[in-house]
């Protein structure tokens, strides 16, 4: 099992700019691929971003194409989402999760991933 750790959340005025990461620990690390979820209050939680486990896959919802970028660093066993031009809309729980074994791409509902994290509040301000 693979616990999942999220930061980098925080209040920006719109059009500024958060880098999230997630970072992944464990007995055994295997994140085929990373993707990233919002949840704001009274929503579902929707599907915002995805990548490959080498990097150079991604998907994006298309309310973030253009804005947000999302890498990782295998070596760290950490996952970044770089979120730029950043509106109120954005405003959110973010969350990283993982899926541990070999899959279809894109991964895109949540019940296809195995791990979570816990959620980084993001607030952008108007």
């Known amino acids: 099992q693979v616990k999942l750790v999220e930061s980098g959340g925080g209040l920006v005025q719109a059009g500024g700019s958060l880098r999230l990461s997630c970072v992944a620990s464990g007995r055994s690390i295997n994140l085929y691929v990373v993707g990233w979820f919002r949840q704001a209050p009274g929503k579902d939680r929707t599907f915002v971003a995805a990548i490959s486990w080498s990097g150079a896959s991604t998907y994006y919802a298309d309310s973030v194409k253009g804005r947000f970028a999302a890498s990782r660093d295998n070596g760290e066993n950490t996952a970044y989402l770089q979120m730029n031009d950043l509106k109120p809309e954005d405003t959110a729980v973010y969350f990283c999760?993982?899926?541990?074994?070999?899959?279809?791409?894109?991964?895109?509902?949540?019940?296809?991933?195995?791990?979570w994290g816990q959620g980084t509040q993001v607030t952008v301000s108007s």
């Open positions: 999760a993982a899926v541990d074994h070999g899959s279809r791409w894109p991964i895109v509902g949540s019940n296809d991933y195995d791990s």
